[in-house]
Structures are given as structure tokens and as C-alpha cells.
């Protein structure tokens, strides 16, 4: 995921269709990974990304909790059952909600036992000693509070569960032994089997989320698989839909079980027609791995969008979706590439359907999805960009950008541009882009500007100004392109946004990007430049040029 950014809707509702609009079209473009940068399977990344003080008050009721015990010595209390339900953790959750917390108390574990082998790095065994205990808490209200919600557990589960607990009371009483000791020489000497301890611990411990969250994944998956009530099933996919956005971890571990197989085995079905919209959601965000991608192949899952993109009959919430999982699966940053034999296979009606949607989108989240797919698409080579041609595809894009009901975000902008740039190879695009008053829209674009300071959405502006840059290097090699370019100040915009670092928000693609499009320019038009721009962004190479650039103060000389 190395380019671009990231709620959950939850329900049929087309206005909740949205909410992860931005989310998933960002996954589509980043391939995969919230999850992977943290030590056990079980991190939950947007938790870091979250203010620290919102943070704090999330993990409060987790942290008093384990305090509370620490206190108790993890003795528990006893109370009478009909009050039991009103002083557990996960009592007022649903079965999602309850996984939620689960995945929070891992991610507080994970994060102790990293810190203790910090500690322990650092030799403060009164502080390792403190944490071990914590965890050992922690371990042990995580257990007891998966065990008061789940239908049933295994034996295997049951046994990592005695280990782990096992485990953990001896990585205390090998603690506590540690702060009873002053002796440097039996400290030493005993640290390797600390570390040892730790690390056994840390195997039970993921070994065991990864035994939960399997578990939790296959009753999810078996209610898709055997209901026949559309209630139950649209509770199950929402559920599951819940646990992609915790990563591609669980995104792996749905795939491994079947979700690719009964989520498409869903959408061949009409009696769950209504359902569509939130199992095409749910599909995006699994085929962000490579599991995902190889039970799409399996399943003929090309074939089943094709035929829900062409299907007029679908509402444009069940389109924008399937378009949803073209962008995803076709992503130009993914490694893996093995479905998309069957893809070129379908090609041309995926794009005649994506360009129809386009064309007709009611909203702007609908034709970003919709054209993200069809950018993605142009990446494949110089097939799909003609079919684009055919289907008068510029002459759409170009209007609906003039409609800021449609195309009112950078988002969408980045889509046009990107479709732009790589059609404009073809020399038939020169006319198509003229004719639509094109070059007059690459010139707004090299003016983007974040209007929130989001850092995503400015990175979405650099990459709209990087674009059209390129798009007009490209197609300034047709001289009634150039022509209308110098005439629209092409030229002094490019040459603003070399010298001005905050114009170009100290990109250094968006600064290539204008240096070339400036002395493409400049050769069709070279009375368009001042001697001194000439001499120093046009005359030099390039690459001196770029450094000319990037070391200057702002000057407009």
C-alpha cells in the first residue's frame, strides 16, 4: 500500500453504501496492508492513527479493568448470574461488537509484550515485572470474556487457551524472581530464559487469535453458506464486511475459509438481489490479498461482475459496487497478476458498462468508482485505451468534469487525469481532447489545491498536477495542441510551479512532470519563455535543472 489512503457502513441502505466510499477506493489503488507493520496478527493500525487522548479514553475501560485485577490477583468475583450480564465487558455487544473488544485487548497485549522486551533489552526488571503482571491480566480477562460470548470452542482451542495462561503465570514468577534478586551474575544468567518465556508467549498468544478470529470467520461464513433468510444473511455479511477493515491479516484468513467462494455463491442468487451492494463490498475489501485474488479465479468471480455490470436490471448501487471490485482486482500496484487471463477476456463489456456508468452516474461517489476502475484498466496496454476512444470515453469524462456535482473532489479529478495521460499515447486522442476543451481543463488542474489540508486529499493534488503535466508533454507533441496550451498560459504556470516549491507542495514528480512538459512547450513555442527561464529550466538537462529547482528560494525572476 504505498501510494494512497482509508469506515464501515452497515446496512442495505444506499446512503450507507458511501461511508467507505473514500476507503475502498483507496484500497483499490494500495493493494493491501493495515495490519502488518505491528509484531502478532492481531494490530489494529487505524488505533494508532487516531488521536492519542481519543485513544486513551477508548482503552480506559480495558486498562481500569486489568488494573482492578491486578489489585484482586486475578482472583474473580463472585456474583450472583442474573447480575452477571450487567458487569461483563462484552455484555451489551453484538457477536461484531464483542470481536471488536477482543481485537482491541490483543492489541493491548500485543503492544505490552513489546514494550516488556524493550524493557527487558534495557535490563529494569522492576518494570518487566509490572508488565508481566499486567499482561498476565490481561491474557486472562481476554480469554474469560471470549469465552462468555462464543457458541462453542474447540478442544484445540481449549488447550491453547491452558498454555498460554500456563505460560504466562510462569513468565511471572520468572519476573518476580528476577526483582527479588540483586546478584548480576544469576540475573545474566537468567535473562535468556525470560526471553525465551517471552517469546513462547508471544507464540501462544497469536497462535491463539488466529485460532479465534478462524473460528469466528468459518460461523460467519456458515451462516452465508446455509441460511436462507435474508435477515440472517445480511447480518452475517455486515459481520464480515466488519472484520475486513481490520486488515489484510483477516482478509487472508476469510479467503483461506471459503468467504470468496459463498460471497459470489450469493451474488449468483436473486432471492438475495438486495444484498448485493454489501457482498460486492465485502469482496472488494478480501480481493485486497492474494487469497482473495485466487478463489476470484477459482470461482469464475470476472465473469459473475461482467455479468452484474451488464445486467440493467441491478439498481446503480449494485453497479457502483461490482465497479468497486474491478478497481480493487485490477489495481496497477498489485503483484499479483494470474487473473487477469480471464479479465482481458471480458474486457470490452467491463469497460462499455463502466463508461455507461460513468456517463449516467447520480453522484460523485458513483463515477469515482466507477472511473478508478476504468483508470486501473488503461494501465493493462494500448487495447483498453483504444476501446475508450471507440466508446467516445473522453468526450464523458470531459463532461461530467464540468459538472462539480459529479467531479467534486480530487479523488475523482485524479481518475480523469490518470485515464487522460494514458490514453494520450494514441494520437487520435489529440482532436478528442481539443474538441472537449480539454487542455483548458489540464490547465485548472495544474492549480489544484487541498482545500482541507487532509493529507490524503493532498496527496490527491499532487498527483492531479503531476498528471497533467504529463498529459500535456504528451500531447504537446501535436502542434495544435501546443498552440492552444501557450495560449491558455500553459507556459507561465509550469514555469510558477518549478520555481515555487509550495506551489507544488515540494512534490519532486510534480516538478519533473513540469520540466518536461515546459520544454516540450518550448520547442513548439520558444518566444513563450524569458531568456533566464530558458537558460536555467529549458537550456540545462534535466536533471540539473531539477536540482537548479529543488534547491531555490521561492523567486520569480
Not at 435474508?230 to 477493515?245: G, M, R
Request: net charge negative; proline share 2%; aromatic share 4%.
Amino acid at each position: 500500500m504505498s501510494q494512497q489512503e482509508l469506515l464501515l457502513p452497515n446496512g442495505p441502505s444506499d446512503s450507507s453504501l458511501w461511508k467507505s466510499i473514500h476507503k475502498r477506493i483507496n484500497m483499490a489503488f494500495k493493494g493491501e496492508d493495515h495490519l502488518d507493520s505491528l509484531p502478532l496478527p492481531v494490530q489494529r493500525m487505524h488505533l494508532i492513527q487516531v488521536d492519542s487522548v481519543q485513544r486513551w479514553m477508548e482503552d480506559l475501560k480495558l486498562m481500569t479493568d486489568c488494573e482492578c485485577m491486578c489489585i484482586l490477583q486475578s482472583k474473580p468475583i463472585s456474583i450472583e448470574k442474573d447480575e452477571q450480564n450487567e458487569l461483563l465487558l462484552s455484555s451489551q455487544y453484538s457477536t461484531c461488537n464483542n470481536l471488536q473488544v477482543l481485537l482491541k485487548r490483543a492489541w493491548i497485549i500485543s503492544t505490552e509484550l513489546t514494550r516488556i522486551a524493550q524493557k527487558l533489552e534495557k535490563n529494569r526488571w522492576q518494570r518487566v515485572h509490572s508488565m508481566t503482571v499486567r499482561v498476565n491480566c490481561h491474557v486472562r480477562s481476554m480469554i474469560n470474556e471470549y469465552n462468555t460470548f462464543t457458541r462453542s470452542s474447540s478442544e484445540e482451542m481449549h488447550q491453547l487457551e491452558k498454555l498460554l495462561i500456563g505460560k504466562c503465570s510462569e513468565f511471572t514468577a520468572f519476573t518476580e524472581r528476577c526483582v527479588q534478586t540483586e546478584d548480576e551474575q544469576m540475573l545474566r544468567s537468567m535473562k535468556s530464559c525470560v526471553n525465551e518465556t517471552l517469546t513462547t508467549v508471544a507464540q501462544y498468544f497469536g497462535q491463539l487469535i488466529e485460532l479465534v478470529l478462524t473460528h469466528e470467520a468459518q460461523n460467519l461464513l456458515r451462516q452465508i453458506d446455509l441460511s436462507d433468510s435474508v435477515y440472517i444473511t445480511e447480518s452475517a455479511i455486515n459481520s464480515l464486511f466488519s472484520l475486513t477493515q481490520e486488515g489484510a491479516h483477516l482478509c487472508r484468513i476469510i479467503a483461506k475459509e471459503g468467504g470468496v467462494v459463498a460471497l459470489f455463491k450469493i451474488c449468483r442468487q436473486d432471492c438475495f438481489r438486495c444484498l448485493y451492494p454489501q457482498t460486492l463490498r465485502t469482496l472488494a475489501s478480501i480481493c485486497c490479498v492474494e487469497e482473495g485474488m485466487h478463489q476470484l479465479e477459482k470461482v469464475d468471480g470476472i465473469l459473475c461482475l461482467t455479468d452484474i455490470l451488464t445486467d440493467n436490471t441491478h439498481s446503480e448501487a449494485t453497479h457502483a459496487e461490482a465497479a468497486a471490485v474491478i478497481a480493487q482486482i485490477t489495481s496497477p500496484h498489485l503483484t499479483f497478476t494470474q487473473h487477469l487471463s480471464s479479465f482481458l477476456e471480458n474486457m470490452e463489456e467491463i469497460v462499455t458498462a463502466l463508461v455507461k456508468l460513468c456517463q449516467e452516474a447520480s453522484s460523485g461517489e458513483v463515477f469515482l468508482l466507477a472511473s478508478a476502475a476504468l483508470a486501473n484498466i488503461t494501465f493493462f496496454d494500448t487495447m483498453a485505451c483504444e476501446m475508450l476512444l471507440q466508446l467516445n470515453a473522453m468526450k464523458i469524462l470531459l463532461a461530467a468534469c464540468s459538472d462539480k456535482r459529479i467531479v467534486d473532489t480530487p479523488y475523482s479529478r485524479d481518475q480523469v487525469v490518470t485515464i487522460m495521460a494514458n490514453m494520450s499515447v494514441l494520437d487520435q486522442c489529440a482532436s478528442e481532447i481539443i474538441q472537449g476543451n480539454g487542455i483548458q481543463l489540464l490547465m485548472e488542474m495544474l492549480f489544484e489545491k487541498s482545500s482541507s489540508g487532509n493529507t490524503a486529499e493532498v496527496a490527491a493534488c499532487e498527483r492531479v498536477q503531476q498528471k497533467s503535466a504529463v498529459t500535456l508533454a504528451r500531447l504537446s507533441r501535436d502542434p495544435e495542441v501546443a498552440d492552444a496550451a501557450v495560449k491558455l498560459s500553459c507556459i507561465p504556470r509550469l514555469i510558477k510551479l518549478c520555481r515555487s516549491p509550495t506551489e507544488r507542495n515540494n512534490s519532486d514528480s510534480v516538478l519533473v512532470a513540469c520540466l518536461a512538459a515546459l520544454r516540450r512547450l518550448a520547442v513548439m513555442s520558444p518566444d513563450g519563455l524569458e531568456d533566464s527561464d530558458f537558460q536555467q529550466l529549458v537550456k540545462p538537462r534535466l536533471v540539473d535543472s531539477f536540482l537548479l529547482c529543488t534547491n531555490m528560494e521561492e523567486s520569480f525572476v
